[in-house]
């Protein structure tokens, strides 16, 4: 099983530099440890929010100073995007990250297409039709095609990647689309929110496997987030917080639109909200789990925590959220240590 990182790109109001410092110290942290990929999403939000329009920079430079720890776009935003800008642009961070780039892709967060000048209710036809576009270029395939959103002619990456096929991945949150990632035989990723309920990830696991009709495989990766410590009362006295904090602006974003629009367009933001929603209260967060995908405690307890959620969901692979809500770095690098000395080893013998 492989394990990799994740890190949502949050600021808070932080100077931007000193952020993608600390992104870079949890890659090399990553890498040093055995970690096996980082990713992070690309967003629009407010500052305060991401910081990640372009993870494809941080990614080439964080391959000259690590050595094995790969990337993934976690995700990027296909309806936004030119499949042929994307993919060129794809394949030029393959070959300067050495071959190590995963490719993860979505629709994004909701309260992003305002900002580009998008029909909303579009989204889902515009990533249909780009991942379309976007797989065959990236195998390498010339694309003519006439779209509703984009035409193509004789378009094909003018140097290839490194890797002779890059590994796709699809982000989903809804059953209708876990069906239909699995039988066009992709990989998918169910992401977490942390708001994200356990029971709605599980039924999305068995959605998604009970359809799968790829080749390879099915694989599937499950997001957790996950804060471990020294002791059990440090790990919830810096956890709680940080979770509150992710919360909370997840449900400002929210409600940033009407829930109509929600109903219409994102109906699977409905389930995550339900986490969201409770942000304010500490009790619920310090006793989200196992309702929520949220791992806090001691080595002993996290790993117990852990195995169980694996043991539910069954994922192929698992993608944690290590760093969120302001933590401090050196308290982001010692939870990376101690989950890597204590539970690491025996998720990647499974």
Not at 283 to 300: E, K, W
Not at 323 to 340: I, T, W, Y
Request: aromatic share 12%; hydrophobic share 40%.
């Amino acid at each position: 099983m492989r394990v990799g990182i994740f890190d949502e790109f949050d600021t808070y109001n932080r100077n931007a530099v000193d952020k993608y410092n600390d992104i870079l110290s949890i890659i090399c942290k990553g890498d040093e440890l055995g970690y096996d990929y980082f990713a992070t999403t690309e967003a629009y939000s407010a500052y305060s929010w991401s910081s990640s329009s372009f993870p494809l920079a941080i990614y080439s430079k964080a391959a000259a100073i690590t050595k094995q720890i790969r990337f993934m776009t976690g995700i990027s935003i296909l309806p936004l995007h030119h499949p042929l800008q994307l993919a060129s642009e794809l394949a030029m961070a393959d070959q300067l990250t050495g071959g190590r780039l995963e490719v993860g892709t979505g629709r994004g967060h909701p309260w992003e297409y305002p900002k580009f000048g998008l029909n909303v209710q579009e989204s889902r036809e515009r990533y249909d039709e780009a991942l379309t576009h976007l797989a065959k270029l990236l195998q390498g395939q010339e694309v003519t095609a006439q779209g509703r959103f984009w035409s193509l002619e004789n378009a094909q990456l003018s140097l290839p990647s490194v890797q002779q096929k890059l590994p796709l991945y699809v982000s989903t949150l809804g059953e209708t689309s876990a069906a239909k990632v699995a039988q066009l035989g992709l990989p998918a990723i169910v992401p977490s929110y942390a708001g994200f309920p356990v029971a709605a990830m599980k039924h999305l696991s068995q959605v998604y496997h009970a359809n799968y009709r790829g080749e390879n495989p099915a694989k599937l990766i499950g997001g957790f987030l996950v804060y471990v410590d020294v002791d059990r009362k440090s790990a919830y006295r810096k956890a709680v917080p940080a979770v509150e904090r992710v919360w909370g602006t997840f449900l400002d974003l929210y409600n940033t639109l009407p829930e109509s629009w929600y109903e219409e367009n994102y109906k699977d933001y409905i389930q995550a909200s339900k986490g969201w929603a409770m942000a304010k209260d500490p009790d619920f967060v310090a006793n989200a789990f196992p309702q929520f995908p949220v791992i806090i405690g001691d080595p002993s307890e996290v790993r117990e925590k852990m195995l169980q959620l694996v043991e539910e969901i069954k994922p192929s692979e698992l993608i944690l959220m290590v760093s969120f809500g302001q933590l401090p770095m050196e308290d982001v690098h010692r939870s990376m240590d101690l989950f890597a000395a204590t539970v690491l080893p025996e998720l990647k013998g499974k």
